[in-house]
């Protein structure tokens, strides 16, 4: 049987070059959009780093989902940093999710509530993704708008904790070629995961309605 990293890999790459390739995250690669935008995108995944990080507490002792929780990984103490230095020390007062982003986070919050293996869905796409072309987005903002590298504004990026990426994704397959369930639980997982590449693209196509561009 193919590894299910394998499977979820090649199974989601379709909807992975779609949301790459969308108007908001091209934009931002292009260096078209204002600080402004990228301060409105940081406050957005405050929200849905919120609900996988709630999420993870609840399931660090669950015997399918538990193995994912790693600390190191944890993004919301970072993504606060960030907020304070884009937005100021009041940036909780204005801080409000999109619609999109609701409808995300809710169905997050839904999978680890209900259903573990599904909230494995939701943890690979986002962190392997912060981990892998997350760091092009980082690299970008930098050049960008001037942070200092690896440094406030962009720390949701720097995994400090993860000196080795390479190496924690190959032990991250490894846990999720070691998820238990049948074909079709297999299939559902592969399911949830282009669901969560969907709920991302409607997060961006939202942002780029707001931030439309004007030249
Ligand atoms: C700036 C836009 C993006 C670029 C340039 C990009 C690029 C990449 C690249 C090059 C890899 C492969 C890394 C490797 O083989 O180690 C990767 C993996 C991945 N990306 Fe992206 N990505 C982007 C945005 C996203 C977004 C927005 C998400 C999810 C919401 C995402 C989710 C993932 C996931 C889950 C993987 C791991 C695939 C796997 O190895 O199983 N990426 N990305």
């Not at 409105?40 to 994912?68: I, K, N």
């Not at 009041?90 to 999109?98: F, K, M, Q, S, Y």
Request: hydrophobic share 40%; glycine share 8%.
């Amino acid at each position: 049987m193919e590894p299910f990293s394998t499977l979820l890999r090649t199974a989601s790459r379709e909807q992975h070059e779609e949301v790459s390739s969308s108007t908001f995250i091209s934009d931002l690669l292009a260096h078209r959009l204002g600080v402004d935008a990228y301060a409105r995108y940081t406050e957005q995944l405050w929200f849905v780093y919120g609900a996988l990080e709630s999420g993870a507490r609840q399931l660090a002792g669950d015997p399918v989902a538990g193995p994912f929780v790693r600390p190191e990984l944890f993004r919301v103490t970072e993504l606060e940093r960030d907020l304070e230095h884009l937005r100021g020390p009041g940036w909780r007062g204005t801080a409000d999710a999109l619609p999109a982003t609701l409808k995300y986070a809710e169905r997050i919050t839904a999978c680890a509530r209900t259903w573990p293996a599904g909230y494995i869905a939701h943890h690979y796409t986002r962190y392997l993704g912060d981990l892998s072309g997350g760091q092009i987005i980082r690299d970008t903002a930098e050049k960008t708008w001037g942070f200092s590298k690896k440094g406030d504004g962009v720390r949701f990026y720097v995994f400090e904790e993860i000196p080795n990426p390479a190496a924690f994704k190959r032990t991250y397959c490894a846990l999720l070629d070691a998820v238990p369930g049948d074909e079709l639980e297999r299939q559902r997982i592969v399911a949830e995961c282009k669901r969560a590449y969907g709920l991302n693209n409607e997060m961006f196509e939202a942002l780029a309605e707001e931030f439309p561009l004007t030249a």
